[in-house]
Each structure stands twice: as structure tokens, then as C-alpha cells.
């Protein structure tokens, strides 16, 4: 199957300060990358969902101006989670789609755990 | 009513059983289904990808889908420890570009050696 990278793998940070993670699709290109938020013992929460050359689409609930989303080229997704709280703190997935119709999969990244203090 | 529904667990079996996991769906529209399986702290890996309505085999692995059920399920024969994790179902409509996957909510499953 198709590699989804993530990095960092994990990352600590001070309350109010920024942090970005970085998808990358390292085998193919992907026009579209999904990033995801995981809270310990549920399941995956889409929080937008990022074209490339375009703006994000976020959903219902998600602050645009706090998680930051580019998708500047098509195999390299960015998200930057702005002035972090602790509550911010969680597990964050991307995702890249190949394929359309029948042909289309979507592929996960390792995650990135991060730690709000 | 969620969308997807699927019995978190946590399910423990012995090495060598035969499992099955399942999840109901609500929406007619979907036409795409996937399993997951994550592992601890780590990102979700695709498994098993059926389009409308069948079976699909691969290896220990056996994905059914019943649409007239609203009804998915995968089976794993002879499990092994190796195995434990948490298996997601995951659906998708049949919208001209539609990627947006939705995703039940996860079964723990342990196997016990």
C-alpha cells in the first residue's frame, strides 16, 4: 500500500506557543489530505479536509484560525495548531486519498501525539 | 443515531479463534467499505476495501458486506496475538467526488495466547 509520513512523531509544548506537523505522501501524489484528531480510546474525529493549491475545508466545530492547514504542494500536507492550550493536547492523523471511484483508498500517517504543559 | 455504529468492546478471545467484527450503517448511499486495523499509538492501516455488496477474502481475512442489511463484517480465522488492536469500519456515499470517509466508533480487540 501507499506510505503516509508523518513528523514530528511526537512533540511536548508550552501553553501558547505554536507547533507544526507535517504529511507527507512519500510513494505517490495526493491531491487531497484529510488531517484527524484522536482522543484516547475513540475514534477518529475529520477536522478538515485539505486540497492542494486551495483553502481547507474545515468541519463543523473546528476553529479555522487556531489549526491552520496548507497543502502547498501534492505530496506535502502542514498543520499548525496556534497559541496551544492543554486541552489541545491529542493524537493528530493525516491521511491521503488515491484513486478515484472504485479505485479510491485513503492512507494513514504514523500520528503525532502531542503535549500541551 | 450515529451514522455508523459499532460495538467498542473490548473483545478478548483465545489464539486460534475465529472473530468477527461488525458495524451497521444508516445511509443507503454508502457504497464503500473499509476495515482498519490501529494499533496502539499508531496511525490506522487499511486492511480490507469491498465496493457494494459481496465477500472479500484475503488471507485470514474475510470482509462481507450486506447492503440490503445496512450490515458490514469481518471475520478473522486462526487469530493470532499479533492481531490485537482496535479494527475500525469505515464507509463512503457514492457522490460524485465524495472522499470523506466516516468511521464507526472502533472494537478493542485482544487476543489471548
Redesign the interface.
Do not use: N
Given at each position: 500500500g501507499a506510505v503516509v509520513s508523518q513528523h514530528p512523531s511526537r512533540v511536548i509544548c508550552k501553553s501558547g506557543t505554536s507547533v507544526k506537523i507535517e504529511c507527507r505522501s512519500l510513494d505517490f501524489q495526493a491531491t487531497t489530505m484529510f488531517w484527524y484528531r484522536q482522543f484516547p480510546k475513540q475514534s477518529l474525529m475529520l477536522m478538515a479536509t485539505s486540497n492542494e493549491g486551495s483553502k481547507a475545508t474545515y468541519e463543523q466545530g473546528v476553529e479555522k484560525d487556531k489549526f491552520l492547514i496548507n497543502h502547498a504542494s501534492l505530496t506535502l500536507s502542514t498543520l499548525t495548531v496556534t497559541s496551544a492550550h492543554p486541552e489541545d493536547s491529542s493524537f493528530y492523523i493525516c491521511s491521503a486519498n488515491t484513486g478515484t471511484g472504485i479505485y479510491y483508498e485513503q492512507y494513514f500517517g504514523p500520528g503525532t501525539r502531542l503535549t500541551v504543559t | 443515531q450515529k451514522e455508523v455504529e459499532q460495538d467498542?468492546g473490548p473483545l478478548s478471545v483465545p489464539e486460534g479463534a475465529i472473530v468477527s467484527l461488525n458495524c451497521t450503517y444508516s445511509n443507503s448511499a454508502f457504497q464503500?467499505f473499509?476495515w482498519?486495523r490501529q494499533y496502539s499509538?499508531?496511525?490506522?492501516?487499511?486492511l480490507m476495501?469491498t465496493?457494494s455488496s459481496g465477500n472479500k477474502e484475503d488471507g485470514r481475512f474475510t470482509a462481507q458486506v450486506d447492503k440490503s442489511s445496512k450490515y458490514i463484517s469481518l471475520f478473522i480465522r486462526d487469530s493470532q496475538p499479533s492481531d490485537s488492536a482496535t479494527y475500525?469500519c469505515?464507509m463512503?456515499d457514492i457522490i460524485q467526488g465524495a472522499?470523506?470517509?466516516v468511521?464507526?466508533?472502533?472494537t478493542?480487540l485482544t487476543i489471548n495466547p
Open positions: - | 467498542p464503500y473499509m482498519y499509538r499508531k496511525g490506522p492501516e487499511l476495501y465496493y475500525l469505515a463512503r472522499q470523506k470517509l468511521f464507526g466508533q472502533g478493542r
